[in-house]
Each structure stands twice: as structure tokens, then as C-alpha cells.
């Protein structure tokens, strides 16, 4: 029902955009969210949008790089991702659910398969 795309090899500095294509879901009664693991490392939160409220969320570590947004007619929510660090390399999820915080991923029920995004210094 999820369906994340968009990762790749990029240069740190460089730019990526991950979609995430919804399907079987009424997608505006979703929160969204991006979170992402890096090897040997927890899964972390990174983005999360709840759409009726209009408002957005965003980890601290990447708050003013990166933007979450959504393309009604395509169900797809994307996440640009700008100024990427070699820190940003991790698989990225995107998720859906009516989490009580956007931040607990236990909070979702559904979850993409993953990305891989890989950033060269």
C-alpha cells in the first residue's frame, strides 16, 4: 500500500526526492512519515505531515533541509532532500498511521519497503 522510490548515490551537498505512492488508503486521513535507519544504527524519525491540520514536522537534523509535500491527484507524498550530508545516508521508510506523536514509529501501521540513500563526501 506503500511504495517508496527516489534514492540513490548523490554527493554530499547534492539533492534527492523520494516519493512515496500511496494506495488502498483514504489519504487525507493519514498522518505521513518519513523516518530512516542507517546501518548498525535505531530507526529514527525524520519527517511527518498531518495534512488536515496543515502542519509539518521535521527532525531537528534535518529541519530546513528537507520538505515534505504531497501530490493529491498522484496519492504520492514526497520528501525533497537538499544540502545532504554523509549523515544522511540511511534507508528511508515512509509510513502511515494516526500516531499520538508523528515521532513514534510504533505509532504507524504502514509502512513502504525502503529506499537507499547514500551520501559521498
Known amino acids: 500500500q506503500l511504495q517508496a522510490s527516489g534514492g540513490g548515490l548523490v554527493q554530499a551537498g547534492g539533492s534527492l526526492r523520494l516519493s512515496c505512492a500511496v494506495s488502498?488508503?483514504?489519504?487525507?486521513?493519514?498522518?505521513m512519515g518519513w523516518f530512516r535507519q542507517a546501518p548498525g544504527k535505531e530507526r529514527e524519525f525524520v519527517s511527518a505531515?498531518?495534512?488536515?491540520?496543515?502542519?509539518?514536522y521535521y527532525a531537528d537534523s534535518v529541519r530546513g533541509r528537507f520538505t515534505i509535500s504531497r501530490d493529491n491527484a498522484k496519492l504520492t507524498v514526497y520528501l525533497q532532500m537538499n544540502s545532504l550530508k554523509p549523515e544522511d545516508t540511511a534507508v528511508y521508510y515512509c509510513?502511515?498511521?494516526?500516531?499520538?506523536?508523528?515521532?513514534?514509529?510504533?505509532?504507524?501501521?504502514?509502512w513502504g519497503q525502503g529506499t537507499l540513500v547514500t551520501v559521498s563526501s
Open positions: 505531515a498531518r495534512w488536515r491540520l496543515g502542519d509539518a
Open positions: 488502498g488508503l483514504i489519504f487525507s486521513s493519514y498522518v
Open positions: 509510513a502511515a498511521g494516526r500516531p499520538s506523536s508523528v515521532e513514534d514509529a510504533s505509532g504507524y501501521d504502514y
